[in-house]
């Protein structure tokens, strides 16, 4: 992976409001070209030794490899979570000309 290789790094919260805070903020400071917030989702997980069960709210957000340190600093500055999911997954694949926005507006 280089430094610009385009990541779609996803996060979680409980409510829209939080979501789009997010999602905004993020782009705002460039750490992110795009982001998406989805309908409210069912998440079961495992917390505290218990099985839970809550409604979140995906943050589907677009950057860089270059840009994912800062972005992951500044959703963990930011996020209401103690322990927020954020996780990157690599575009192995994608339009020349929407990869570059991307890149372009991240940079």
Known sequence: MTDETVLTVLTTTDAPDRADTLARGAVEARLAACAQVSAAVTSVYR????????REYQVL???????????????????????????????????PGYLGWVRGETA
């Open 47 to 54: 917390w505290e030794g218990a099985v839970e069960t809550a």
């Open 61 to 95: 957000l677009k950057t860089t490899a270059a840009r994912y340190p800062e972005l992951e600093r500044w959703l963990t500055d930011h996020h209401d979570y103690d322990t927020p999911e954020i996780v990157a997954v690599p575009v192995v694949r994608g339009a």
